[in-house]
T-cell receptor
Framework: SQQGEEDPQALSIQEGENATMNCSYK?????LQWYRQNSGRGLVHLIL?????REKHSGRLRVTLDTSKKSSSLLITASRAADTASYFC???????????FGTGTRLLVSP | DVKVTQSSRYLVKRTGEKVFLECVQD?????MFWYRQDPGLGLRLIYF???????EKGDIPEGYSVSREKKERFSLILESASTNQTSMYLC???????????FGQGTRLTVV
């Protein structure tokens, strides 16, 4: 399987704290993306980082990419209860632009 | 507003039935994907298509086939449904060169 892995599998924090999730993958990539999924729904795209980029910001989100280690991290700063969801990384492989997802991190932010 | 629409939110089928899951996108995207999502396993790629009539196997194609006769429509077919195919099925599409995927709302399939 080419599926990536994320850790931790689950993360529980208080509102206002920062949340960090990590993703490891296996193949050469064009880009790496992060998605959010609220319970039982489809996924929503959050941010994309290309293979030649090392860091990217979007609002309270910060993504880093280390292609030498085949890993990425997503930092959500000043978490809110509304950030409670599952978060998935996905890699777009070179070639046919196949999009492969990781196993996900369940984030719980308590008020 | 961009849209990916899956034909059913919930579906219950009997073992051995032939099942069709339909996905339609209105964004003129070249790439379309079918995933299944199971607890603890994340999203696993079943099949994807990068053009009309073109398809590539994903990580778990066994027991499934696909059809893409028109650019906007990508169908997933369970030839003979089995209980281990009970799952959430998610369709997605991307524009070639863009990367960002748009997802349908998912179909929760139960095979009894």
């Amino acid at each position: 399987s080419q599926q990536g892995e994320e850790d931790p599998q689950a993360l529980s924090i208080q509102e206002g704290e920062n949340a960090t999730m990590n993703c490891s993958y296996k193949t050469s990539i064009n880009n790496l993306q992060w998605y959010r999924q609220n319970s039982g729904r489809g996924l929503v795209h959050l941010i994309l980082i290309r293979s030649n980029e090392r860091e990217k910001h979007s609002g309270r989100l910060r993504v880093t990419l280390d292609t030498s280690k085949k890993s990425s991290s997503l930092l959500i700063t000043a978490s809110r209860a509304a950030d409670t969801a599952s978060y998935f990384c996905a890699t777009e492989n070179t070639g046919f632009q196949k999009l492969v997802f990781g196993t996900g991190t369940r984030l719980l932010v308590s008020p | 507003d961009v849209k990916v629409t899956q034909s059913s939110r919930y579906l219950v089928k009997r073992t051995g039935e032939k099942v069709f899951l339909e996905c339609v996108q209105d964004m003129d995207h070249e790439n379309m994907f079918w995933y299944r999502q199971d607890p603890g396993l994340g999203l696993r790629l079943i099949y994807f298509s990068y053009d009309v009539k073109m398809k590539e196997k994903g990580d778990i194609p066994e027991g499934y086939s696909v059809s893409r006769e028109k650019k906007e429509r990508f169908s997933l077919i369970l030839e003979s449904a089995s209980t281990n195919q009970t799952s959430m099925y998610l369709c997605a599409s991307t524009y070639r060169g863009s990367g960002e995927a748009f997802f349908g709302q998912g179909t929760r399939l139960t095979v009894v």
